[in-house]
């Protein structure tokens, strides 16, 4: 009875001892992966931002610009400003 009290004990206090270094290295890891979570979601803004200007560079390349004053006219009148 007493070989499995000091057994226990000893499981214990190696248990113990090793919490706070579960507990550190859980955190570094935990930090690592929001970091790499947050560059993820940095790098899919960014695309999505280059995905947008490169739609407005084909919208603005699709506009016809009116080249007199009746073509401005009857494009204020149509679309409004």
Same mark, same amino acid.
């Given at each position: 009875?007493?070989?499995?009290?000091?057994?226990?004990?000893?499981?214990?206090?190696? @248990?113990?001892?090793?919490?706070?270094?579960?507990?550190? $290295?859980?955190?570094?890891? =935990? #930090?690592? +992966?929001?970091?790499?979570? /947050?560059?993820?979601? @940095?790098?899919?803004?960014?695309?999505?931002?280059?995905? $947008?200007?490169?739609?407005? =560079? #084909?919208? +603005?390349?699709?506009?016809? /610009?009116?080249?007199?004053?009746?073509?401005?006219?009857?494009?204020?009148?149509?679309?409004?400003?």
């Amino acid at each position: 009875m007493l070989i499995w009290k000091k057994i226990k004990m000893t499981v214990a206090a190696i @248990v113990v001892a090793l919490l706070p270094l579960m507990y550190v $290295f859980g955190i570094s890891r =935990g #930090k690592k +992966n929001a970091d790499a979570d /947050r560059m993820k979601d @940095v790098a899919d803004k960014n695309k999505d931002l280059a995905d $947008f200007y490169k739609d407005i =560079g #084909k919208r +603005n390349e699709e506009i016809v /610009r009116p080249t007199n004053r009746d073509e401005l006219i009857d494009r204020l009148r149509n679309d409004g400003l």
